[in-house]
């Protein structure tokens, strides 16, 4: 599967939030800066630590121009009941095709317990608001990546725009 790159265009995409809502990437460009991240699962504990880890820093994200968007392939029901249980604030998107997962190289073959079977990369991807992408990173662990990307957003804030 082709990853992608910084300096590349984001691949555009349309999806459903937890409460039935379409959100596409565009909706953003020109407006701020966006930090797309892909997870395995819903109610999992590596994916409730990231989700409420992005969640208790969203006011600093937005400081720095940035906003939050969780992907997986849970349905939007399932997110809704997600979110609510574990007080998330950030927009969850369903991906149940799996569709976007794959435009954005997250879809790969993983092994666990000696089976291989295709699943979701843990990724992060950010997004600036022209659409282009300036951080591209695959297979990150989930404790402490919020702060990471919060570090990163607060220096491309102050870089103004990094180069393509």
Same mark, same amino acid.
């Given at each position: 599967?082709?990853?992608?790159k910084p300096g590349q265009q984001a691949p555009e995409f349309s999806l459903f939030d937890a409460d039935m809502e379409q959100v596409s990437l565009?909706?953003?460009?020109?407006?701020?800066? @966006?930090?797309?991240? /892909?997870?395995?699962?819903d109610n999992t504990p590596q994916c409730a630590l990231q989700a409420t880890d992005f969640s208790d820093h969203e006011d600093e994200f937005a400081?720095?121009?940035?906003?939050?968007?969780?992907?997986?392939?849970?349905? &939007?029901? &399932?997110? %809704?009941?997600?979110?609510?249980?574990?007080?998330?604030?950030?927009?969850?998107?369903?991906?149940?095709?799996?569709? @976007? &997962?794959?435009?954005?190289? @997250?879809?790969?073959?993983?092994?666990?317990?000696?089976?291989?079977?295709?699943?979701? @990369?843990?990724?992060?991807? /950010?997004?600036?608001?022209?659409? /282009?992408?300036?951080?591209?990173?695959?297979?990150?662990?989930?404790?402490?990546?919020? %702060?990471?990307?919060?570090?990163?957003?607060?220096?491309?804030?102050?870089?103004?725009?990094?180069?393509?």
């Amino acid at each position: 599967m082709q990853q992608l790159k910084p300096g590349q265009q984001a691949p555009e995409f349309s999806l459903f939030d937890a409460d039935m809502e379409q959100v596409s990437l565009s909706d953003f460009r020109n407006r701020t800066n @966006v930090i797309l991240y /892909f997870y395995p699962k819903d109610n999992t504990p590596q994916c409730a630590l990231q989700a409420t880890d992005f969640s208790d820093h969203e006011d600093e994200f937005a400081k720095n121009d940035c906003v939050i968007i969780g992907v997986s392939r849970d349905d &939007c029901l &399932c997110h %809704a009941e997600f979110r609510d249980r574990h007080g998330i604030s950030i927009r969850l998107l369903s991906d149940e095709d799996a569709v @976007v &997962c794959k435009l954005y190289g @997250v879809w790969q073959i993983k092994e666990v317990d000696g089976l291989k079977r295709h699943g979701i @990369v843990r990724s992060t991807f /950010f997004i600036d608001r022209d659409g /282009f992408i300036q951080l591209a990173l695959y297979g990150i662990t989930a404790k402490g990546h919020a %702060a990471e990307m919060l570090r990163a957003a607060e220096e491309f804030k102050g870089n103004n725009h990094a180069s393509r």
